[in-house]
C-alpha cells in the first residue's frame, strides 16, 4: 500500500459527481422579456443598445456611397435613412414578429450583391457623380423589394417554421457559433487600423464589464450593464483629445480616416432635421438578374438570423422559441427588407448580432428596453445633425466592442452542447465537422476574393455568380445548412440517436402550445393571437 499510515480519503459525494444540470432558460439574467427594469435605467440601457447599433450602421454606408458617387451629403443621408428603417423594423419586430428583444438594423449579408448592382457596367456611363448615386440607389431598391418577398413568403406561409422543425440542439450549435464567431474580420483587424484607441476600449470594456462588478462593492447593477457607456465615454473622449492635440496633424490619409473624431465628413453634412420618406431618391428599376442575386442574399440572411433569433432567446432567458413564432418573425423581417427597399438603405436589414451580445453583457433581455431604444433610432435619425454626433465615434472603438459582443454571440451557440450528448460519435463528427467546414469553405471564397479581386465563380453574368458565391461566403450558412444536413440524414436513426441530438430537451417547445411559458414570452400584443393563432 503506498504512503504512510494516513486513513484513506474519503469517496466523493454522490451529488459532487453530477454534471451541470441541464436549463432550458438562462439563469443569471437580472430581466427577462416580461420583467423591464425600472425606467431611468431602461432608458440608458436602451441607448446604449442604439449606440451599439450604430457601428454597422454607420459601417456600410460608409463604404458603400463612395463607390457609388456619393459624397458625404449622401452617405450622411443613407446613415439617417438606415437609423430611421431599423427603428421601425425593430418595433415590429418586437410588437408583432418574434416579440424577442432584437434589434434589426442593416446587414453586412447584403453588401456582396448590393456591390454588384453598383458595378453593373450601365452606370458606368454617367458623368455626374450625384446622379450615379441615385440611379444605382433605385436599382438597389428595386432588387431589394423583389428579394423581400421571399422572406415573407416563407415566413407567413408557415414553410419556415417546417423547415425548423428538423432543427434539433446539435444542428443548432454551429449555426448560432459562427453567427458570433464567424465575424471575427470585423474585430480585431478593425482594432489595429488605429490600435492607440482601439485597444485601450477593448481592455476597458472587458475591466468596466467583468472585474469592477467584482471589485467595486455594489457595482454589480452599474458597471457590467453599463460598460458599453463607460468605456466609449472615455475612450472618444481620449481620441478627442489626441485629435485636437495634432496626433495626426501629419499621418496618412488612411491613419487619419480611423482616428480622428472629425473626419467622419458626416456632422457637417447631415441636416439639421429631415424625415426620411419613401421613394426619396424616386422610382426604383427592377432588373430580373440582380432580383435573384438579392433573392439568394435574402435567404442567406433568414438563415443567419434564424440563428441570431435562437442566441437572442437564450439571453433574454426566454424558453426555446417556437417554430411558427421564428417563422412569424421571418415574415415580419421580410417585410424590414421591403422597407429598406422602399426607403432607399443601400443594404437589407436583419438580426443585428451585436446588439444579441450585448444582451449578454448587460444581463438584461427586457423587451421595453428595445422598444425604447428604437424610439432613440427613429428620433436622432429625423434630428440629423445630433444622430450624426453620436455616428461619429471612430470605427476602431465600434470594432472593439464587436470582440466581445460576437464573441457573447458565439457562446451562447456553444451553450446548446448541455442538452447534447458529446460522448457519442455522431455528434461529435457532426459538431466538429460543419464548424470546420463553416470556416473554410468561407475563408477559400473571401481568401480567392482577396487575391485574384474576382470570386471563384465568375461567369459573365453577375447575378448568378452573386446567386452561389454569397452562399458559400457566409460562415454560419455553410455550417448551419451542414449540420442540419448531416444531423437528419446520418444514420442511426433510434432513440438514443434522437436523444443524443438533445431532441427530449426540446419536444415541448415544437409547438406554441404545449409549453405555458410561450404564452407569456411570445403572444402577440392586443388579443392577437386569436386573429393570427401560432401552431
Not at 279 to 307: D, H, I, K, R, Y
Not at 448 to 460: G, M, Q, W
Request: aromatic residues 12%; charged residues 10%; positive net charge.
Amino acid at each position: 500500500m503506498a504512503g504512510g499510515g494516513g486513513a484513506a480519503a474519503p469517496p466523493p459525494k454522490q451529488d459532487e459527481l453530477h454534471p451541470h444540470p441541464v436549463k432550458d432558460q438562462l439563469p443569471g439574467v437580472s430581466y427577462c422579456i416580461t420583467s423591464p427594469p425600472p425606467w431611468p435605467e431602461a432608458i440608458l440601457l436602451a441607448f446604449q443598445h442604439y449606440l451599439v447599433m450604430l457601428g454597422t450602421t454607420v459601417l456600410i454606408p460608409s463604404y458603400l456611397a463612395p463607390q457609388m458617387g456619393g459624397g458625404n451629403e449622401e452617405k450622411a443621408l443613407m446613415i439617417q435613412t438606415l437609423q430611421f428603417v431599423a427603428g421601425l423594423n425593430t418595433l415590429t419586430q418586437t410588437l408583432f414578429g418574434t416579440r424577442l428583444p432584437s434589434v434589426i438594423g442593416g446587414s453586412y449579408t447584403f453588401v456582396p450583391a448590393t456591390l454588384s448592382i453598383v458595378l453593373a457596367g450601365r452606370y458606368s456611363s454617367i458623368l455626374d457623380p450625384h446622379e450615379k448615386f441615385v440611379r444605382i440607389m433605385r436599382g438597389i431598391q428595386g432588387a431589394m423589394i423583389v428579394a423581400s418577398a421571399l422572406q415573407v413568403v416563407l415566413g407567413f406561409s408557415g414553410f419556415w417554421r417546417n423547415v425548423t422543425r428538423f432543427m434539433s440542439p446539435l444542428s443548432t450549435v454551429p449555426l448560432v457559433a459562427l453567427t458570433g464567431f464567424g465575424l471575427y474580420e470585423l474585430g480585431f483587424p478593425l482594432v489595429t487600423k488605429c490600435v492607440e484607441i482601439g485597444l485601450p476600449q477593448l481592455i476597458l470594456l472587458v475591466i468596466f464589464s467583468q472585474y469592477l462588478p467584482h471589485v467595486m462593492k455594489g457595482g454589480r447593477n452599474v458597471f457590467d450593464r453599463f460598460s458599453v457607456l463607460f468605456s466609449v465615454a472615455v475612450v472618444w473622449i481620449y481620441a478627442h483629445l489626441l485629435t485636437v492635440g495634432g496626433a495626426y496633424k501629419h499621418a496618412p490619409d488612411a491613419t487619419q480616416a480611423s482616428c480622428r473624431t472629425d473626419k467622419a465628413g458626416i456632422i457637417s453634412a447631415a441636416p439639421w432635421i429631415r424625415v426620411p420618406y419613401p421613394f426619396q431618391w424616386g422610382a426604383p428599376t427592377f432588373n430580373a438578374g440582380e432580383s435573384f442575386a438579392m433573392m439568394a442574399t435574402s435567404f442567406v440572411a433568414l438563415v443567419e438570423s434564424t440563428g441570431a433569433f435562437i442566441a437572442v432567446s437564450r439571453y433574454a432567458s426566454a424558453t426555446p422559441i417556437p417554430h411558427s413564432v421564428l417563422s412569424r418573425g421571418v415574415g415580419w423581417q421580410g417585410m424590414g427588407i421591403l422597407l429598406s427597399g422602399i426607403f432607399g438603405t443601400g443594404t437589407g436589414s436583419s438580426v443585428s448580432i451585436e446588439n444579441a451580445g450585448l444582451l449578454g453583457v448587460t444581463r438584461v433581455g427586457s423587451r421595453r428596453v428595445i422598444q425604447i431604444s428604437a424610439a432613440f433610432m427613429i428620433f436622432f435619425s429625423i434630428l440629423g445633425k445630433f444622430g450624426a454626433v453620436f455616428a461619429s465615434i471612430p470605427s476602431p472603438i465600434v470594432a472593439a466592442l464587436y470582440c466581445l459582443l460576437f464573441a457573447y454571440v458565439g457562446v451562447g451557440g456553444l451553450g446548446f452542447l448541455q442538452f447534447c450528448n458529446l460522448n457519442s460519435f455522431r455528434t461529435t463528427f457532426i459538431i466538429a465537422f460543419s464548424i470546420f467546414m463553416g470556416l473554410s469553405v468561407p475563408q477559400y471564397f473571401n481568401e480567392y476574393l482577396s487575391v485574384n479581386k474576382f470570386s471563384p465563380v465568375h461567369t459573365n453574368a453577375r447575378w448568378f455568380n452573386d446567386m452561389i458565391n454569397v452562399p458559400l461566403s457566409s460562415k454560419p450558412f455553410v455550417a448551419g445548412i451542414l449540420a442540419l444536413i448531416l444531423d437528419v440524414t446520418l444514420p442511426p436513426k433510434d432513440g438514443g440517436t434522437r436523444k443524443d441530438r438533445g431532441m427530449q430537451w426540446w419536444d415541448k417547445f415544437r409547438s406554441y402550445k404545449t409549453d405555458t411559458r410561450s404564452e407569456e414570452f411570445y403572444s402577440l400584443p392586443l388579443n392577437l393571437n386569436k386573429f393570427f393563432p401560432s401552431v
